[in-house]
Nanobody, 117 residues
Framework: QVHLVESGGGLVQPGGSLRLSCAAS????????MGWYHQAPGKQRELVAS????????NYADSVKGRFTISRDGAKNTVYLQMASLKFEDTAVYYC??????????WGQGTQVTVSS
Protein backbone atom coordinates (compact mmCIF):
# COMPACT_ATOMS: atom_id res chain seq x y z
CA GLN A 1 0.00 0.00 0.00
CA VAL A 2 1.24 3.47 -0.87
CA HIS A 3 0.50 6.56 1.17
CA LEU A 4 1.16 10.17 0.29
CA VAL A 5 1.36 12.51 3.24
CA GLU A 6 1.15 16.24 2.66
CA SER A 7 2.18 19.07 4.92
CA GLY A 8 2.78 22.80 4.84
CA GLY A 9 -0.62 24.29 4.21
CA GLY A 10 -2.05 27.11 6.29
CA LEU A 11 -3.21 30.69 6.42
CA VAL A 12 -1.13 33.36 4.71
CA GLN A 13 -1.62 36.98 3.74
CA PRO A 14 -1.70 38.07 0.11
CA GLY A 15 1.83 38.36 -1.21
CA GLY A 16 3.09 35.80 1.24
CA SER A 17 4.74 32.43 0.70
CA LEU A 18 4.17 28.82 1.66
CA ARG A 19 5.98 25.59 0.96
CA LEU A 20 4.03 22.37 0.58
CA SER A 21 5.59 18.94 0.92
CA CYS A 22 4.33 15.53 -0.06
CA ALA A 23 6.17 12.38 0.95
CA ALA A 24 5.42 8.88 -0.24
CA SER A 25 5.69 5.80 1.93
CA UNK A 26 4.97 2.15 1.38
CA UNK A 27 5.72 -0.22 -1.44
CA UNK A 28 6.19 2.34 -4.17
CA UNK A 29 7.89 1.37 -7.39
CA UNK A 30 9.55 3.71 -9.79
CA UNK A 31 7.96 7.15 -9.80
CA UNK A 32 7.52 8.56 -13.27
CA UNK A 33 6.08 11.93 -12.39
CA MET A 34 4.79 14.01 -9.51
CA GLY A 35 2.31 16.81 -9.45
CA TRP A 36 0.21 19.22 -7.46
CA TYR A 37 -3.47 19.97 -8.01
CA HIS A 38 -5.74 22.43 -6.33
CA GLN A 39 -9.47 22.50 -5.83
CA ALA A 40 -11.33 25.61 -4.78
CA PRO A 41 -14.87 25.38 -3.34
CA GLY A 42 -17.39 24.64 -6.05
CA LYS A 43 -14.72 24.15 -8.70
CA GLN A 44 -13.07 21.19 -10.34
CA ARG A 45 -9.69 19.92 -9.26
CA GLU A 46 -7.05 21.22 -11.65
CA LEU A 47 -3.37 20.61 -12.22
CA VAL A 48 -1.12 23.35 -10.88
CA ALA A 49 2.35 21.96 -11.52
CA SER A 50 4.06 18.73 -12.47
CA UNK A 51 7.57 17.36 -12.74
CA UNK A 52 8.93 14.41 -14.68
CA UNK A 53 11.44 12.45 -12.65
CA UNK A 54 13.56 11.48 -15.66
CA UNK A 55 15.16 14.73 -16.69
CA UNK A 56 13.28 16.96 -14.28
CA UNK A 57 11.17 18.85 -16.80
CA UNK A 58 8.38 20.86 -15.22
CA ASN A 59 5.03 22.21 -16.29
CA TYR A 60 2.86 24.91 -14.71
CA ALA A 61 -0.63 26.22 -15.05
CA ASP A 62 -0.66 29.72 -16.52
CA SER A 63 -2.17 31.08 -13.32
CA VAL A 64 0.91 30.17 -11.26
CA LYS A 65 3.78 30.59 -13.70
CA GLY A 66 6.52 32.71 -12.22
CA ARG A 67 5.11 32.38 -8.70
CA PHE A 68 5.16 28.65 -7.92
CA THR A 69 8.06 26.23 -8.19
CA ILE A 70 7.81 22.47 -8.09
CA SER A 71 10.81 20.39 -7.07
CA ARG A 72 11.55 16.93 -5.79
CA ASP A 73 13.90 14.88 -3.67
CA GLY A 74 14.19 11.49 -5.29
CA ALA A 75 15.97 9.90 -2.36
CA LYS A 76 13.08 10.84 -0.07
CA ASN A 77 10.27 10.23 -2.57
CA THR A 78 9.14 13.73 -1.80
CA VAL A 79 7.77 16.53 -3.95
CA TYR A 80 7.60 20.18 -2.95
CA LEU A 81 5.61 23.17 -4.09
CA GLN A 82 7.12 26.53 -3.24
CA MET A 83 4.41 29.16 -3.53
CA ALA A 84 5.22 32.84 -3.58
CA SER A 85 3.30 36.05 -4.21
CA LEU A 86 0.14 34.28 -3.12
CA LYS A 87 -3.18 35.69 -4.21
CA PHE A 88 -6.71 35.37 -2.85
CA GLU A 89 -7.56 33.13 -5.78
CA ASP A 90 -4.88 30.63 -4.75
CA THR A 91 -7.09 29.64 -1.83
CA ALA A 92 -7.90 25.95 -2.27
CA VAL A 93 -7.20 22.47 -1.05
CA TYR A 94 -3.92 21.31 -2.58
CA TYR A 95 -3.41 17.65 -3.46
CA CYS A 96 -0.25 15.90 -4.54
CA UNK A 97 -0.29 13.08 -7.05
CA UNK A 98 2.35 10.52 -7.96
CA UNK A 99 2.36 8.51 -11.18
CA UNK A 100 4.31 5.25 -11.05
CA UNK A 101 5.19 2.35 -13.27
CA UNK A 102 2.34 0.02 -14.10
CA UNK A 103 0.08 2.98 -14.90
CA UNK A 104 -0.71 3.54 -11.24
CA UNK A 105 -1.35 6.87 -9.61
CA UNK A 106 -1.86 7.96 -6.04
CA TRP A 107 -3.41 11.00 -4.34
CA GLY A 108 -2.44 12.73 -1.15
CA GLN A 109 -5.10 13.56 1.42
CA GLY A 110 -5.06 17.27 0.66
CA THR A 111 -3.88 20.31 2.58
CA GLN A 112 -5.75 23.58 2.90
CA VAL A 113 -4.14 26.80 1.72
CA THR A 114 -6.01 29.97 2.62
CA VAL A 115 -4.90 33.39 1.42
CA SER A 116 -6.59 36.08 3.44
CA SER A 117 -5.88 39.47 4.92
Amino acid sequence: QVHLVESGGGLVQPGGSLRLSCAASGSILSINAMGWYHQAPGKQRELVASIITAGGSTNYADSVKGRFTISRDGAKNTVYLQMASLKFEDTAVYYCRFWTTGAKAYWGQGTQVTVSS
